[in-house]
């Protein structure tokens, strides 16, 4: 696929109502979440409320990818939210998505430039995120900026 014109904006607090829509579809996405967050908008309230906490105490960004008028990926990071002192201070990508008919066009890969040369500024260390196993599309792109896989997660689903 060939690369496209887009711009990258960083969200303001009153702006996260406009990326509901794209945060129900990362969560019902089966590549994107594992399956765990019920797409309410009871939820997408909690999850705004999460976003607006970290850029209000100036603890992590929301920036959002558009073509044209539309918005079509997002990435959300922090910072300096450990409850212990670490010897290297760390920040977290808690999501990264774009609509799958704009993949392979740069655009993840430029959301997720723009958030480490971010977390740099901020003094961060080391950025760690989770990632679905089977996603091979968003590890490929981690691993391209040097992520290396540093811890599994087991999980034991009991119902179904």
Known sequence: MMKMNFEIITA???????????????????EGSDMNIVPSRENAERWIS???NLIEKDRGTLKY???????????LYGW???????????GTIFDLYVI???????IGKKLLNTAIEDLKRHGIEIIQLTV???????IDLYKKFGFKERLKIL??????
């Open 12 to 30: 303001a607090p009153d702006a996260l109502e406009l990326l509901i829509p794209l945060w129900l579809e990362f969560i019902r996405d089966e």
């Open 50 to 52: 999460f976003v607006k």
């Open 65 to 75: 990818a558009k073509v044209d008028e539309k918005i079509v990926g997002y990435i």
């Open 80 to 90: 300096g939210n450990e409850a212990l002192k670490l010897y290297h201070r760390k």
């Open 100 to 106: 799958k008919e704009y993949r392979g066009r740069g």
């Open 132 to 138: 679905i196993s089977s996603n091979k599309r968003a």
């Open 155 to 160: 999980r034991l689903e009991l119902k179904g």
